[in-house]
C-alpha cells in the first residue's frame, strides 16, 4: 500500500520561466500521465545512483511538456504501468539526451523501453553542431543559455531531494522541447530527419547486442595483444564475470578487474597458488573464483579459437587507414558533419577487416543504411586503390 503524502499544491519552484510540479505518489502520477497521453512531444530524463551495483539505482524521473516540467519520484510509489503506457505510446515523441543510460532506467522502472526517442544528442551531431555535445553545450550553443551544474554528483537516492537538487533535474529537461522544435526544423532543411531516424535505429540495435554477456570481451582494453588461443580465454572468462556481476548486482570491477582477465588469459595459470600470484587478482578474488576460472580455461582451451579470436593484422595495412581517414574528413567538412559521426577509427578497422576477411559484401551494419550514399562508396574506392 503507497503511504506517500499527497501532491503538493503548485509549482515546487519555477526553472526557465516553466513551472515545476514534484509527484510522490501513484495518483499524481496517473494524473500527470494522464496529461501527456495527449502532448505531441515530451522531454524526459532521468537521476540514478550506480556506484556499487551493475545495474543503475532509478531515482527521479523528469518529463516536460507544452504545460511545464513534473518531476516523479518513483521510490515510494507502487504502480508505475502508467508511465510505461506514455513512453510506449508511439504517438508521443519523446525528446532526450544521449540517451542510453537513460534507456536503461526507464526499462528497469517500467519493464519496457520507449518508443519514437528523439536523440537531441545525436540530431545536434547531424545539424552540426558537434559529436557528442553535452545537454548544457547544446542549450548554450542554440540559445545561448548556460545551465548549473551545482548538483550532477548529487545522491540522488537520499530523501527529502533539496531544492539545488530539484532545480538541477528541472534545468535538465526544460529545453528539450525548444531543443526538438530547433533541430528538427534543421533536419527538415538538410533533408536529414531520415538519416537520424536511421542512425538511431542501429545505434538501438548496437546497444541490443552489446548487452549479451558473450559480447563482454569486446569491452575489455588490451585484449587486441592476446593470442588466439589465448583470446579465447578472455571470451569465456568475461562472459563468465558478466553473468557474474549482473547475479550478484554488483560492477564488473568488484568480480575482477580487467586487467586480471588479461592477466589470466595471456598465463593460464594452473592452480590456485598461480592464480594468487598474479598481481591483477586479489587473494580473495583468486580464493572465491578460482574454481569459476578455471573452469573457463578449460572450456576455452577444449575448443579452437573462433573468428573473434583471430582479427585480421592491420599493421600492413597503416597506409590505407590514413587515407580512409581523410576520406572521412574531407567528406565531413563538405557536409558539416563531425568525422566522428561518419566513421570514428574503430568504424573504420572494423570496415577494413570486414572487408579484407569476406569481401565488400561483408560491410559492418553501421556502414549501410544512410552511410552507403555518403561515405561507404567512398571509403570502399579508397580500399580498392590499397597497393
Not at 588461443?229 to 572468462?237: E, F, P
Not at 586479489?282 to 578474488?285: G, I, N
Given at each position: 500500500m503507497?503511504?506517500?503524502?499527497?501532491?503538493?499544491?503548485?509549482?515546487?519552484?519555477?526553472?526557465?520561466?516553466a513551472?515545476?510540479?514534484?509527484v510522490t505518489?501513484?495518483?499524481?502520477?496517473?494524473?500527470?500521465?494522464?496529461?501527456?497521453?495527449?502532448?505531441?512531444?515530451?522531454?524526459?530524463?532521468?537521476?540514478?545512483?550506480?556506484?556499487?551495483?551493475?545495474?543503475?539505482?532509478?531515482?527521479?524521473?523528469?518529463?516536460?511538456?507544452?504545460?511545464?516540467?513534473?518531476?516523479?519520484?518513483?521510490?515510494?510509489?507502487?504502480?508505475?504501468?502508467?508511465?510505461?503506457?506514455?513512453?510506449?505510446?508511439?504517438?508521443?515523441?519523446?525528446?532526450?539526451?544521449?540517451?542510453s543510460?537513460?534507456?536503461?532506467?526507464?526499462?528497469?522502472l517500467?519493464?519496457?523501453?520507449?518508443?519514437?526517442?528523439?536523440?537531441?544528442?545525436?540530431?545536434?551531431?547531424?545539424?552540426?553542431?558537434?559529436?557528442s555535445?553535452?545537454?548544457?553545450?547544446?542549450?548554450?550553443?542554440?540559445?545561448?543559455?548556460?545551465?548549473?551544474k551545482?548538483?550532477?554528483?548529487?545522491?540522488?537516492?537520499?530523501?527529502p531531494?533539496?531544492?539545488?537538487?530539484?532545480?538541477?533535474?528541472?534545468?535538465?529537461?526544460?529545453y528539450?522541447?525548444p531543443?526538438?522544435?530547433?533541430?528538427?526544423?534543421?533536419?527538415?532543411?538538410?533533408?536529414?530527419?531520415?538519416?537520424?531516424?536511421?542512425?538511431?535505429?542501429?545505434?538501438?540495435?548496437?546497444?541490443?547486442n552489446?548487452?549479451?554477456?558473450d559480447?563482454?570481451?569486446?569491452?575489455?582494453p588490451?585484449?587486441?595483444?592476446?593470442?588466439?588461443?589465448?583470446?579465447?580465454?578472455?571470451?569465456?572468462?568475461?562472459?563468465?564475470?558478466?553473468?557474474?556481476a549482473?547475479?550478484?548486482?554488483?560492477?564488473?570491477?568488484?568480480?575482477?578487474?580487467?586487467?586480471?582477465?588479461?592477466?589470466?588469459a595471456?598465463?593460464?595459470p594452473?592452480?590456485?597458488?598461480?592464480?594468487?600470484?598474479?598481481?591483477?587478482v586479489?587473494?580473495?578474488?583468486a580464493?572465491r573464483?578460482?574454481?569459476?576460472?578455471f573452469?573457463?580455461?578449460?572450456?576455452?582451451?577444449?575448443?579452437?579459437?573462433?573468428?573473434a579470436?583471430?582479427?585480421?593484422?592491420l599493421?600492413?595495412?597503416?597506409?590505407?587507414?590514413?587515407?580512409?581517414?581523410?576520406?572521412?574528413?574531407?567528406q565531413?567538412?563538405?557536409l558539416?558533419?563531425?568525422?566522428?559521426?561518419?566513421?570514428?577509427?574503430?568504424?573504420?578497422?572494423?570496415?577494413?577487416?570486414?572487408?579484407?576477411?569476406?569481401?565488400?559484401?561483408?560491410?559492418?551494419?553501421?556502414?549501410?543504411?544512410?552511410?552507403?550514399?555518403?561515405?561507404?562508396?567512398?571509403?570502399?574506392?579508397?580500399?580498392?586503390?590499397?597497393?
Open positions: 503507497n503511504n506517500s503524502p499527497t501532491e503538493p499544491q503548485g509549482p515546487v519552484f519555477d526553472a526557465a520561466g513551472p515545476v510540479d514534484l505518489s501513484d495518483a499524481g502520477l496517473g494524473e500527470a500521465c494522464a496529461r501527456w497521453s495527449s502532448a505531441a512531444v515530451i522531454g524526459v530524463d532521468t537521476e540514478f545512483f550506480r556506484e556499487r551495483t551493475y545495474y543503475p539505482r532509478p531515482a527521479l524521473v523528469q518529463v516536460a511538456d507544452a504545460d511545464g516540467i513534473v518531476l516523479v519520484d518513483p521510490l515510494g510509489m507502487d504502480d508505475l504501468s502508467p508511465l510505461a503506457d506514455v513512453f510506449t505510446a508511439p504517438g508521443i515523441v519523446k525528446v532526450m539526451h544521449a540517451c543510460e537513460d534507456l536503461e532506467v526507464l526499462e528497469l517500467t519493464g519496457s523501453e520507449p518508443h519514437n526517442v528523439f536523440d537531441s544528442q545525436l540530431a545536434g551531431a547531424f545539424a552540426g553542431h558537434g559529436f555535445l553535452g545537454y548544457r553545450s547544446l542549450v548554450e550553443t542554440l540559445f545561448g543559455a548556460t545551465l548549473d551545482d548538483a550532477t554528483r548529487s545522491d540522488w537516492l537520499r530523501r531531494l533539496s531544492p539545488a537538487q530539484l532545480r538541477y533535474a528541472a534545468l535538465d529537461v526544460a528539450l522541447l531543443v526538438h522544435e530547433r533541430l528538427y526544423g534543421a533536419l527538415a532543411s538538410l533533408g536529414r530527419l531520415d538519416w537520424l531516424g536511421e542512425e538511431f535505429a542501429h545505434r538501438l540495435n548496437a546497444r541490443g552489446d548487452k549479451r554477456p559480447s563482454a570481451f569486446l569491452k575489455v588490451g585484449r587486441e595483444r592476446l593470442a588466439p588461443r589465448d583470446h579465447a580465454v578472455l571470451r569465456a572468462l568475461a562472459e563468465w564475470r558478466e553473468r557474474e549482473m547475479r550478484r548486482d554488483i560492477p564488473r570491477r568488484y568480480v575482477l578487474p580487467d586487467a586480471a582477465l588479461v592477466d589470466i595471456a598465463s593460464r594452473a592452480g590456485g597458488d598461480a592464480l594468487a600470484s598474479l598481481d591483477s586479489s587473494p580473495r578474488a580464493k573464483y578460482a574454481k569459476a576460472v573452469d573457463c580455461i578449460s572450456t576455452a582451451s577444449e575448443n579452437p579459437p573462433g573468428d579470436d583471430t582479427p585480421v593484422d599493421q600492413p595495412h597503416a597506409g590505407t587507414i590514413k587515407r580512409l581517414k581523410r576520406t572521412v574528413k574531407n565531413a567538412m563538405v558539416d558533419l563531425p568525422p566522428e559521426l561518419l566513421a570514428h577509427r574503430r568504424a573504420l578497422e572494423a570496415l577494413l577487416r570486414g572487408v579484407l576477411a569476406g569481401g565488400e559484401a561483408n560491410v559492418p551494419p553501421e556502414f549501410r543504411g544512410w552511410r552507403s550514399e555518403v561515405i561507404t562508396h567512398a571509403l570502399l574506392e579508397s580500399i580498392r586503390e590499397s597497393p
